[in-house]
């Protein structure tokens, strides 16, 4: 495409040219009133318009101006095998494939092969437009992620991904013993591990894939706050009876509250005034103002024994404020949840910030600083009278540490981390004293969350790997270079990727432009001028 610049202001360059062919028209009238012949007459002509012509394109200055997309290219690490390279370069239809370390700043998009990049060379690259190809090796893990700080009793959730073809056997053990298991089918590859968290302080699992170790599970476990369960129910039961037992087996501060007729009461157990409240409760009990008051304070309320369940579960939304929804999945008077663990014949439905369990037979809601759960399940206490006292405490410990009470301060992180790189946590208080905290031997400023008014957000870099220390009663575990080296990679890659993502460069095209040379006009007014000098004058 053509444009022009002229050297002064387009009204002066118009009439700068229309001066021009004035002046050309009247020689142009001359040539043709001379008594030359036909040929001068044609030369003299021909002369005098280029000269005309030189001049006014002087003036104007041409240009010639285009745009074409910028090519991509392909860039590869020094480990990345060549006929890899030539694969994908074929594949994208890429013309131009440099190693990383040779790259100079050309190209978009840049397409990344391999995952071994560094951080300085990562940055070489700037704010082009980033396609990062993916390659797992077969058997190698490419995403795993667990809690790094847990209450204990509470719920540890393992979620990974392996690349396999085949059937696999992924472990947990600690110290030799199975702390949990799964059975991967062909070709499924994501896989998920729960248990709760039994041991305070530090905890070093090892992860194994059939029989070999790929590498530790290490988190930190806190010392619980004294929590005390209050079980209140509108008549006796066994399932009370046996949970309470269980419950005072397990070292738990118990109390009763057994309603005889409306205005008496059965009252057992002790209480702790500075204890966590946990209240498990029927739909009977959800009238009385001591439910709403300890809602107010925070305790957890599981609701069990349901008898209508539709009239129920609206009566617990409006007392207790939440969204619960259910509907009928049978015809039948049960449904099998699990062997020998029925329900009722409806399940939770899907809700936002909602935690289900049990083919969706209890629902956790998280009301304000308070929790607040519905169990649809029926009755557990013949598991534990036909002698099955594992199953039953497994089938108690994940209902409960679902809905273990929120403390005044927690704090929390996804594991795994690595030594030089960013890491960053949560912590949620009630009342916030400093405004910082202290990881090993710095100080980290903590950032209040924009719609958490108890949540305050930090990060950090550890330059060391192993257990540190957070504040005085706390740790976490930082793995070196050489631990989980495809899960570092994928870190790295999806931190860089994530901080990139803003930066990319708007325009993807090259605009050139060619003008003529001052040299070459000057070489036509010299050759005009030349001609137009030899020319015969009669």
């Known amino acids: 495409m053509i444009q022009f610049e002229p050297l002064i202001s387009s009204v002066w360059a118009w009439l700068f040219a229309a001066a021009i ?10 040539i043709q009133k001379s008594n030359l012949k036909v040929t001068r007459k044609a030369i003299r002509i021909v002369l005098n318009a280029l000269l005309s012509l030189v001049f006014i394109g002087y003036v104007f200055q041409p240009v010639w101006k285009s745009t074409k997309p910028e090519q991509a290219i392909l860039l590869y690490s020094s480990s990345s095998e060549k006929s890899k390279v030539r694969f994908w370069k074929d594949s994208l239809n890429v013309i131009k494939a440099r190693d990383i370390t040779k790259y100079k700043g050309e190209g978009n998009p ?11 060379e990562l940055l070489k690259i700037g704010n082009k437009n980033i396609q990062w190809i993916s390659e797992p090796e077969p058997g190698s893990i490419s995403f795993l992620e667990w809690k790094g700080i847990l209450r204990h009793s509470e719920k540890q959730v393992l979620k990974g991904r392996i690349g396999t073809q085949d059937s696999l056997r992924i472990s947990l053990s600690q110290q030799g013993e199975i702390i949990a298991e799964t059975e991967l089918l062909p070709d ?3 896989f998920e591990l729960e248990f709760p968290a039994s041991v305070i302080g530090r905890n070093e699992l090892d992860l194994m894939v059939n029989d070999s170790l790929y590498g530790s599970v290490n988190f930190f476990v806190t010392t619980p706050k004294p929590i005390r369960y209050s079980l209140q129910f509108a008549f006796p039961d066994p399932e009370i009876r046996f949970l309470s037992q269980y419950l005072l087996t397990s070292g738990e501060t118990v109390s009763e509250q057994i309603d005889i007729s409306k205005n008496a009461s059965i009252l057992s157990g002790s209480s702790e005034s500075d204890s966590l409240q946990f209240l498990i409760i029927d739909p009977a009990q959800l009238s009385k103002k001591s439910i709403q008051d300890a809602l107010e304070e925070g305790a957890s309320v599981l609701v069990i024994n349901l008898n209508e369940v539709g009239n129920d579960i609206s009566v617990i939304n409006e007392t207790l404020g939440t969204s619960f929804k259910t509907k009928r999945t049978t015809s039948e008077d049960r449904r099998e949840i699990e062997v020998d663990l029925q329900g009722e014949p409806y ?3 899907s ?6 369990l049990f083919e969706n037979a209890l629902a956790v809601q998280q009301v304000g600083y308070a929790k607040v759960g519905v ?4 009755k557990t206490f013949p598991i534990r009278l036909a002698g099955d006292s594992l199953r039953y405490q497994t089938i108690w410990q994940k209902i409960l540490g679902a809905m273990l009470p929120q403390e005044s301060a927690a704090a929390h992180l996804n594991q795994p981390i690595f030594s030089g790189m960013k ?10 004293r400093e405004d ?10 903590l950032q209040q969350s924009l719609v958490n008014p108890f949540s305050k957000t930090g990060s950090f870099v550890s330059l060391h790997s192993g257990w540190v220390s957070i504040g005085d009663s706390l740790e976490i575990y930082t793995y070196s270079a050489n631990d989980w080296p495809s899960l570092k990679a994928a870190k790295l890659r999806a931190d860089f990727l994530t901080e990139h993502s803003g930066k990319v460069s708007l325009s993807q095209v090259f605009a050139t432009e060619r003008k003529v040379s001052d040299w070459i006009w000057m070489g036509l007014f010299l050759v005009m001028l030349t001609m137009i000098w030899m020319e015969p004058k009669t």
């Open 375 to 378: 169990s649809l399940l029926g």
């Open 423 to 432: 890491v960053e946590f949560q912590v949620n208080q009630q009342e916030f």
């Open 436 to 445: 910082f905290v202290s990881i090993e031997s710095d100080s980290v400023f």
């Open 347 to 349: 399940e939770f439905e």
């Open 110 to 120: 840049v397409y990344l092969l391999g995952s071994d990049f560094s951080r300085v």
């Open 188 to 190: 499924s590859g994501a």
């Open 351 to 356: 809700v936002v910030a909602q935690k289900l």
């Open 21 to 30: 062919v004035v002046i050309l028209g009247f020689q142009l009238f001359w």
